[in-house]
T-cell receptor
Framework: ETGVTQTPRHLVMGMTNKKSLKCEQH?????MYWYKQSAKKPLELMFV???????ENNSVPSRFSPECPNSSHLFLHLHTLQPEDSALYLC??????????????FGNGTRLTVT | TQLLEQSPQFLSIQEGENLTVYCNSS?????LQWYRQEPGEGPVLLVT?????EVKKLKRLTFQFGDARKDSSLHITAAQPGDTGLYLC??????????FGTGTRLKVLA
């Protein structure tokens, strides 16, 4: 198994539900990212972790809670979401040693619908 | 803001035609990347450009980084249906800041 794997691929949840998105990378990378992709908007960076430490939190509402137990796994815990949170959530990883231009390797995303 | 504007937003062309996609910003980036995203998949890296004025070729795709490192272009020669997808530019600033453009959705008709 290679690359970046995200589960589930599709998720429908009500505004009062609690759910989690999972991301796993088998590339030996140290940095992991959550991005949100909405229609008519550029990809928005949400969180970045480097060696399990959060390095970026792009003013994301607290109803999104990330967790990075190790360099290979990343979770996004969701609770009391709003319909406008419906989007494609993409996980990515990279091998980062500093301010270099390492490419991002993306998973295929979780399509989230909040009803 | 660090917004990266791409143009055109949508493009539908016939197989064999040439096209150019633009990525513009008022900010300087240390480097810039182009990704292509197909339906149901995540973006995949096409190229990284680093030096102002740099030109890189990938088969029928030619990428150029502006002299001032604020803009970039992607030119496709003799487009094929397999080129269909969402093209995204991403400017890199700092260690973890990959700032994505607004995207160009290309459809190549057979």
């Amino acid at each position: 198994e290679t690359g970046v794997t995200q589960t589930p691929r599709h998720l429908v949840m009500g505004m009062t539900n609690k759910k989690s998105l999972k991301c796993e990378q088998h590339l030996g990378h140290n940095a992991m990212y959550w991005y949100k992709q909405s229609a008519k908007k550029p990809l928005e960076l949400m969180f970045v972790y480097n060696f399990k430490e959060q390095t970026e939190n792009n003013s994301v509402p607290s109803r999104f809670s990330p967790e990075c137990p190790n360099s290979s796994h990343l979770f996004l815990h969701l609770h009391t979401l709003q319909p406008e949170d419906s989007a494609l959530y993409l996980c990515a990883s990279s091998r980062k040693t500093g301010p270099d231009n390492s490419p991002l390797h993306f998973g295929n995303g979780t399509r989230l619908t909040v009803t | 803001t660090q917004l990266l504007e791409q143009s055109p937003q949508f493009l539908s062309i016939q197989e064999g035609e040439n096209l150019t996609v633009y990525c513009n910003s008022s900010s300087v980036f240390s480097s810039l990347q182009w990704y292509r995203q197909e339906p149901g998949e995540g973006p995949v890296l096409l190229v990284t450009v680093v030096t102002g004025g740099e030109v890189k070729k990938l088969k029928r795709l030619t990428f150029q980084f502006g002299d001032a490192r604020k803009d970039s272009s992607l030119h496709i020669t003799a487009a094929q249906p397999g080129d269909t997808g969402l093209y995204l530019c991403a400017g890199i600033r700092g260690t973890y800041k990959y700032i994505f453009g607004t995207g160009t959705r290309l459809k190549v008709l057979a």
